[in-house]
């Protein structure tokens, strides 16, 4: 069975610094991966997603995400931090061929000025 | 939110009661999913549709039933609400679920409390 892991509830980071979110997955075949942020009451925004090519992927807001096969790594990265970053990150990988999703237990990330 | 709404956005009921939550998407996109976010949990999916009277089972299916009569609507429906259906309920659409390339787009979620 597809599965994700977020192994850090949260993470913290000063503004400015370089910041990670890590995802480890398991699956079947070809992963595809996919990043989500949540603003407090707010739905899922996608961020980005990894189906094949490219190992560094882009996204929005400045985000990009490192797919590490060997490792089955998909962490999310971002340079730069910005308190406004400060969200719940979820980590995602396809299941089955109807598209449904798999998400992590999610990563709340606090950045301080 | 990519042209969805869901509707009520917050609900208090007492055990034992029906529930319908309602999912409306502007999109046009085949695909439409529930959701459930629980602290701890991640979000869990609960039923998803691929067209027009199309559905299936998700991983925490139990308790809940779907309906999606057209394109736009996709309704969940707890036939005799119970505590621990006590979670924020999020629809998704995808354009085409089946096409690996595609992702989802949420709702702003409705929280529901069972008392």
């Known amino acids: 069975a597809q599965s994700v892991a977020q192994p850090e509830d949260q993470v913290n980071v000063a503004e400015g610094n370089p910041l990670t979110v890590k995802c480890t997955y398991s699956?079947?075949?070809?992963?595809?991966l996919f990043w989500y942020v949540q603003y407090p009451n707010r739905g899922l925004q996608f961020l980005l997603k990894?189906?094949?090519?490219?190992?560094l992927v882009k996204g929005s807001y400045g985000f990009e995400a490192e797919f590490n096969k060997s490792q089955t790594s998909f962490h999310l990265k971002k340079p730069s931090a910005l308190v406004s970053d400060s969200a719940l990150y979820f980590c995602?990988?396809?299941?089955?061929?109807?598209?449904?999703?798999?998400f992590g237990k999610g990563t709340k990330l606090s950045v301080k000025p | 939110d990519a042209g969805i709404t869901q509707s009520p956005r917050h609900k208090v009921t007492e055990t034992g009661t029906p529930v319908t939550l309602r999912c409306h998407q502007t999109?046009?996109?085949?695909?439409m999913y529930w959701y459930r976010q629980d602290p701890g949990h991640g979000l869990r999916l609960i039923h998803y549709?691929?067209?027009?009277?199309?559905?299936d089972k998700g991983e925490v299916s139990d308790g809940y039933s779907v309906s999606r009569s057209k394109t736009e609507d996709f309704l969940l429906t707890l036939e005799s609400a119970t505590s621990s259906q006590t979670s924020v309920y999020f629809c998704?659409?995808?354009?085409?679920?089946?096409?690996?390339?595609?992702?989802?787009?949420f709702g702003p979620g409705t929280r529901l409390t069972v008392l």
């Open positions: 999109e046009n996109h085949r695909y």
């Open positions: 990894y189906i094949t090519g490219d190992n």
């Open positions: 998704a659409i995808s354009e085409s679920g089946g096409r690996v390339s595609n992702e989802q787009f």
């Open positions: 995602a990988v396809r299941d089955g061929s109807q598209g449904n999703l798999i």
């Open positions: 699956v079947s075949g070809n992963p595809y």
């Open positions: 549709s691929y067209g027009v009277k199309d559905t």
